[in-house]
């Protein structure tokens, strides 16, 4: 899996889901009764590393009956995801990431390796399917687009949450995929 435990509990604890899948996520009250659930339709999970650079989370739920929401959050000094807001709701629009997937080549002819850069791994899943897919140092136009959607959508979050520090993030993330073009 993507990520450890201990983020990936932050991360679904903030969506109020008990997994990372599809389907119907009940909501505990304060008592741990069923006050309600989520259904959700899709998801998607992505985690941007650097080389040199602090990770950090990007994620977005679409749950029938509700807007879509999306979290955008790096590590902490603790090693736990700094997730300073609610995850926001989105117009569906925003997201380009579902988008770019559709017209990925998953078999790219790109000899070129590297050490240091960035690299991604993207965790999507609807009621059809669930996959993973990391890539690194995207250097084929169909991955290019996915890089780029991806740090579209984190910088409309970042703004979405006032968020400074992600704001912050969102230029250092610029800085790696520029040096990639």
Not at 8 to 23: D, E, I, K, V, Y
Not at 151 to 160: H, I
Request: glycine fraction near 6%.
């Amino acid at each position: 899996m993507m990520v450890d435990g201990e983020t990936l509990r932050a991360l679904l604890a903030a969506f109020n889901l008990r997994s990372l899948g599809t389907g119907v996520h009940p909501i505990r009250d304060e008592r741990g009764e069923r006050a309600e659930s989520l259904d959700v339709d899709a998801l998607w999970l992505a985690r941007i590393a650097p080389s040199h650079d602090p990770e950090a989370y990007l994620m977005a739920v679409y749950a029938r009956g509700h807007e879509p929401r999306a979290v955008f959050c790096a590590y902490c000094w603790d090693g736990l995801p700094l997730i300073k807001k609610a995850p926001m709701e989105f117009p569906a629009s925003a997201d380009k990431v579902v988008a770019s997937l559709k017209q990925v080549d998953l078999f790219p002819k790109n000899p070129c390796y590297s050490l240091d850069g960035i690299r991604y791994s993207l965790y999507a899943a609807t009621s059809e399917f669930g996959a993973e897919i990391k890539f690194a140092n995207p250097g084929t136009e169909s991955w290019r687009a996915v890089e780029k959607a991806m740090l579209e959508f984190g910088e409309f979050v970042a703004r979405m949450m006032e968020n400074a520090d992600m704001m912050d993030y969102v230029e250092m993330w610029r800085g790696y995929v520029e040096s990639g073009s």
